[in-house]
């Protein structure tokens, strides 16, 4: 009505005040071609976004398909291209097959929902990514949250469940910690008790495993029946895009189920084709796994933080304000590093989320020395 005060939206300015006075509000800050960070924050772990071949994969398939999948995988989304990178995929971490979704968080919501649902159970790991999370919110099954890596805990509660099948979920590498799943042991008490294990090995391709297989592969997991591995393409991947890799029977059961996969356009093409000479590149070149886990512990001695498992280095400075000072001032003097603040870590866990990239040159390394000890001295004063 003409004249009469909108008050609808007034809510939103009380929370973002709020927001701010906790040091949680965020800004976009968009990247530029030719900046001049030294990049300690991506999720580029093997250093290949920018790789020729990479590069000339995307801009062959792009010639080739077009600019889009055109609609969704069952309808005219599916190229030749989706089921090269399934079976290469497949192949490369030891899964009967795959499916190709259009992002990680994509894969695990349609992973969880088809295979739970009302009248199943599932457990998941308090670590577990946001998008495991929010899978296990929609999936409309009841919900055991397990206390983090805890596999007593999710003995007891398959033991005791009363529901006839149960999927436990977790991350192979929890992307704020770095730290890795007991998944030998989340197996075994699986195995026992009939439960379906679900592993986001989205911060372990390219970086655990022989030649960067995952954490699945490295724990002698690859290709059983019982376990099911989602992937997103767009880290060591250098790309874009989701998989879900796993025996031929989930992948048959996905196509029928999975709705972020009947529903949603294909992935693009050039997204494909870039996934694909990434791949291809790792497995020529298979010692960049290893270069990432050097970095890492660099990257840790220089910060005084725990010997990394993974790419990721945590430097926990406890309060949000905090932590986004320290990220602004490694920013001031030429780094860029992750600033994780609540709701993406628990309260008083505020940190520098640091994440080492194969292709960091010794002067580079020398240079972040500096900085993070000139930094983090004022931080931690």
Known sequence: MVGKVNTSLNWLTAVEADRRAAGLRRELRPRTVDSPLIDLASNDYLGLVRHPDVIEGATAALRRWGAGATGSRLVTGTTTEHELLEVELAEFVGADSGLVFSSGYTANLGAVTALSGPGSLIVSDAGSHASLVDACRLSRARVAVAPHSDVSFLADTLRSRVEERALVVTDSVFSADGDLAPLREMHQVCREYGAILLVDEAHGIGVRGAGGRGLVHESGLAGEPDVVVTATLSKSLAS????????????????????????????????????????????????????????ASELADVTGAPSPESAV???????????FDAASACRD????????RPPSVPEGTSRLRLTARATLSASE?????????DVLAGARA
């Open 240 to 295: 874009q895009g989701g998989v879900v890799l796993g025996d031929n029977k989930i992948r048959a059961h996905l196509i029928d189920a999975a709705r972020t996969f009947i529903f949603d356009t294909g992935l693009a093409p050039a997204a494909v084709g870039a996934a694909r000479a990434a791949l291809a590149v790792l497995q020529r070149e298979p010692t960049r796994a290893l270069d990432v886990l050097a970095r």
């Open 313 to 323: 280095v945590s430097v926990v400075l406890g309060d949000p304000q905090r932590a």
């Open 333 to 340: 003097q030429g780094l860029h590093v992750g600033c994780f």
């Open 365 to 373: 390394m020398e240079q972040i020395a500096l900085v993070l000890r």
